[in-house]
T-cell receptor, first 116, second 115 residues
Framework: DQQVKQNSPSLSVQEGRISILNCDYT??????FLWYKKYPAEGPTFLIS?????DKNEDGRFTVFLNKSAKHLSLHIVPSQPGDSAVYFC???????????????FGKGTHLIIQP | DTAVSQTPKYLVTQMGNDKSIKCEQN?????MYWYKQDSKKFLKIMFS???????INETVPNRFSPKSPDKAHLNLHINSLELGDSAVYFC??????????????FGPGTRLLVL
């Protein structure tokens, strides 16, 4: 049962352009969302997060947008740089479940390739 | 200085064997986790462990047992390995189990292949 879906396994974007990675979720209890970035042979590293009381969070070149009614979030990277080439995982959690014991629920990831 | 480290990085073993994966974090975090990334690339929580309290994901077979000698270590023991256990296992840690906003820091992963 896929509660977090990233329907694009890969995405190719030209350097300098905007990269938009999409994520959909089905569990309406989720109220905290994160993006992780993963290079080959390394563990995921935290990138940016957003709680459900917001619809946008920005950190430098990275912006996450949340559309609660559509159960959809997206990560915008602008401008895209070669070092952004990696797998991006969307993750979700329930903030007030009494703890993080349930861990994070991850999507399958989208492989972003930045073309020079 | 690696924040979350795992050993070994690669593990190839025969079906039926018992093996362990070690995890150490030097971040002073209270909470540690084990995740499994299967062949379909899903990263799924297996266990979380906080101040000697173990919280088990009930879908995990009891052949898997985490052991925490101290707050900085959470090892994963797997008995009677099966072919389906082949996956990448990630250890992670965070400051506080009760706050999901706390960033989880992941180790580099252990690639387990069961033959």
């Amino acid at each position: 049962d896929q509660q977090v879906k990233q329907n694009s396994p890969s995405l190719s974007v030209q350097e300098g352009r905007i990269s938009i990675l999409n994520c959909d979720y089905t569990n309406s209890m989720f109220d905290y969302f994160l993006w992780y970035k993963k290079y080959p042979a390394e563990g995921p590293t935290f990138l940016i997060s957003i709680s459900s009381i917001k619809d946008k969070n920005e950190d430098g070149r990275f912006t996450v947008f949340l559309n609660k009614s559509a159960k959809h979030l997206s990560l915008h990277i602008v401008p895209s740089q070669p070092g952004d080439s990696a797998v991006y995982f969307c993750a979700a959690s329930v903030m007030y479940s009494g703890g993080g014991a349930d861990g994070l629920t991850f999507g399958k990831g989208t492989h972003l390739i930045i073309q020079p | 200085d690696t924040a979350v480290s795992q050993t070994p990085k690669y593990l190839v073993t025969q079906m039926g064997n018992d093996k362990s994966i070690k995890c150490e974090q030097n971040l002073g975090h209270d909470t540690m986790y084990w995740y499994k990334q299967d062949s379909k690339k899903f990263l799924k929580i297996m266990f979380s462990y906080n101040n000697k309290e173990l919280i088990i994901n009930e879908t995990v077979p009891n052949r898997f047992s985490p052991k925490s000698p101290d707050k900085a270590h959470l090892n994963l023991h797997i008995n009677s390995l099966e072919l389906g256990d082949s996956a990448v296992y990630f250890c992670a840690s965070s400051r506080d189990l009760r706050r999901v906003q706390e960033t989880q820091y992941f180790g580099p992963g252990t690639r387990l292949l069961v033959l």
